[in-house]
């Protein structure tokens, strides 16, 4: 067993049915066009490519960092308003969920949270569990070299990812974008599609970002998380 199998198979044995995330306490609130930035950065880099607009092409690091940067260039000169275009315009329901929620930053575990069903193109029972679930098969899958089941989208971007995982992790405008569990992709009104696990969340931009971080074996991992609104002046983070 790899060193990476080794920390997805103890992760794996985590509780995940506290009702908060384990590390929420550290968690610091931010305004939604944090978020809706995020997501139309992550966009522009990918419909920036020649060829495809679904995954990251090959670029060095030189040439994803000079693509961030006009990236960032581009959405800074946008408003609120405008970023709302942008996102509607690909998928209403998405612009309503991200106006639905309070924001914050922190880090989660990956067995709290699961990616979209059939993400990436990958099999959809693969994608029904948790994160680590999903990137124990992924990084077999890899590991085989297996065309049949591990489509061109996972088996492309996921490498890419990797070669610029030292950016990607440390710049917030590329975190991965988490809704509550149920709610996106993987279920409706907070109940989980018929075979799917209710996480804590469910991750709505940034599926193979965060297959890559925990299939190279990290436990847990930046993101934007979006929480129910509570009532009245009670919060999550104090």
Same mark, same amino acid.
């Given at each position: 067993?790899?060193?990476?199998?080794?920390? *997805?198979?103890?992760?794996?044995?985590?509780?995940?049915?506290? *009702?908060?995330?384990?590390?929420?306490?550290?968690?610091?609130?931010?305004?939604?066009?944090? $978020?809706?930035?995020?997501?139309?950065?992550?966009?522009?880099?990918? %419909?920036?490519?020649?060829?495809?607009?679904?995954? /990251?092409?090959?670029?060095?690091?030189?040439?994803?960092?000079?693509?961030?940067?006009?990236?960032?260039?581009?959405?800074?000169?946008?408003?609120?308003?405008?970023?709302?275009?942008?996102?509607?315009?690909?998928?209403?329901?998405?612009?309503?969920?991200?106006?639905?929620?309070?924001?914050?930053?922190?880090?989660?575990?990956?067995?709290?949270?699961?990616?979209?069903?059939?993400?990436?193109?990958? !099999?959809? !029972?693969?994608?029904?569990?948790? /994160?680590?679930?999903?990137?124990?098969? $992924?990084?077999?899958?890899?590991?085989?070299?297996?065309?049949? $089941? *591990?489509?061109? @989208?996972?088996?492309?971007?996921?490498?890419?990812?990797?070669?610029?995982?030292?950016?990607?992790?440390?710049?917030?405008?590329?975190? !991965?974008?988490?809704?509550?569990?149920?709610?996106?992709?993987?279920?409706?009104?907070?109940?989980?599609?018929?075979? +799917?696990?209710?996480?804590?969340?469910?991750?709505?931009?940034?599926?193979?970002?965060?297959?890559?971080?925990? =299939?190279?074996? @990290?436990? =847990? +991992?930046?993101?934007?998380?979006?929480?129910?609104?509570?009532?009245?002046?009670?919060?999550?983070? %104090?």
């Amino acid at each position: 067993m790899s060193e990476a199998e080794q920390s *997805l198979y103890i992760i794996r044995k985590t509780d995940r049915k506290e *009702l908060l995330y384990a590390e929420h306490e550290k968690f610091r609130k931010v305004d939604a066009i944090e $978020v809706k930035r995020s997501f139309v950065i992550a966009q522009y880099i990918r %419909k920036h490519n020649v060829g495809n607009k679904r995954y /990251l092409s090959e670029l060095t690091h030189e040439q994803f960092q000079e693509r961030l940067k006009r990236a960032k260039s581009f959405v800074s000169h946008l408003s609120e308003p405008k970023l709302d275009e942008v996102i509607a315009e690909e998928y209403k329901k998405r612009l309503k969920a991200y106006n639905a929620v309070d924001w914050y930053t922190g880090k989660v575990h990956a067995n709290e949270v699961g990616v979209w069903k059939g993400a990436g193109g990958l !099999p959809v !029972p693969w994608t029904q569990g948790s /994160l680590v679930d999903t990137a124990v098969q $992924v990084l077999v899958a890899m590991q085989e070299d297996s065309d049949s $089941v *591990l489509v061109a @989208r996972a088996k492309r971007a996921i490498p890419r990812i990797r070669r610029n995982m030292d950016i990607i992790e440390k710049d917030p405008y590329l975190y !991965p974008i988490i809704l509550p569990g149920g709610t996106q992709g993987r279920g409706l009104k907070g109940r989980p599609y018929k075979g +799917f696990l209710l996480m804590k969340g469910d991750i709505d931009d940034g599926c193979m970002r965060a297959i890559a971080f925990v =299939s190279s074996g @990290r436990n =847990s +991992f930046p993101a934007y998380i979006g929480i129910q609104r509570r009532t009245g002046s009670e919060d999550l983070v %104090k």
